[in-house]
């Protein structure tokens, strides 16, 4: 066989082969072409193509990735997402890091879904598994207690806004947690105690200023049925630029004065 046509054969048989061994690369490659264009739909079926060929591939991890941010952002199918974040538990359980991120991810997708049972497990869970700042403690807290605020379970919500309470760290969700906290004892007809946290809660430098008028208008439903009417219409009128509904200031505003 002559030297070039040897040389010829010699290099699609590498060709080949580099193709061969690496079975399973392009596609992932090309998947990330298509999702950088915009072709989501097209990435999404080559994603889940090459989990399928490569049970060991090294791009297993962004590749699982990119199928829970498509349904995330892109196809707004949260069950999905829950989905792929439940297989990829399963397949990192061994990996804490990777397992703690995905049990956050987890939780937040099972709270958009209003799968109330599930995303107390999972945020409980975080709890359990130890390791974290004392900003994500309190976050973690504060979810719990708005969950059991939406079962009607008052006392547990209180409970959670009050260990939410008890992490250092940063102000921004000691703050939410102080405004569901007296949120909390309102409803359990606490009023006291919610007026307390409310006057704390507004006493606090830097606070959010939405957060200010909420805090501010719940306190106005307590003076109004306290039978203190002409402070809750002051109150009232402070934040009538800083609420988030003007309609909601103005039409309590009318009720405070017939």
């Not at 010829?8 to 298509?34: F, N, T």
């Not at 709890?127 to 708005?146: I, R, S």
């Not at 430098?205 to 002409?230: F, R, S, V």
Request: include cysteine; aromatic fraction near 8%; charged fraction near 25%.
């Amino acid at each position: 066989m002559p030297k070039t046509r040897l040389g010829g054969v010699l290099l699609l048989c590498l060709a080949l082969w580099a193709c061969s061994s690496g079975l399973g690369e392009a596609p992932l490659a090309q998947a990330d072409r298509e999702f950088a264009n915009g072709n989501y739909l097209k990435a999404e079926t080559l994603y889940e193509s090459y989990l399928q060929a490569n049970p060991q591939g090294d791009g297993r991890w962004d590749a699982w990735r990119q199928l829970v941010r498509i349904s995330v952002t892109v196809t707004g199918n949260d069950k999905k997402a829950a989905r792929l974040l439940e297989a990829m538990q399963l397949e990192y359980s061994e990996d804490s890091e990777r397992f703690v991120d995905l049990s956050w991810q987890l939780a937040e997708t099972y709270t958009r879904l209003h799968d109330w049972d599930k995303a107390s497990e999972t945020w409980q869970t975080l709890l359990d598994q130890g390791d974290l700042a004392p900003a994500q403690a309190a976050e973690v807290h504060w979810n719990l207690g708005k969950i059991h605020q939406y079962q009607g379970r008052y006392g547990m919500a209180k409970d959670a806004m009050l260990a939410c309470l008890e992490q250092e760290g940063d102000q921004t969700p000691h703050a939410r947690c102080m405004y569901e906290l007296a949120q909390a004892y309102s409803l359990l007809k606490n009023r006291a105690q919610a007026r307390v946290w409310l006057d704390r809660l507004l006493a606090l430098p830097g606070l959010d200023p939405e957060l200010h008028a909420l805090g501010t208008y719940m306190l106005c439903e307590i003076l109004e049925a306290e039978g203190q009417k002409a402070q809750a219409r002051a109150l009232l009128e402070s934040i009538r630029q800083t609420y988030p509904n003007p309609l909601v200031i103005e039409t309590r505003l009318r009720q405070l004065a017939e």
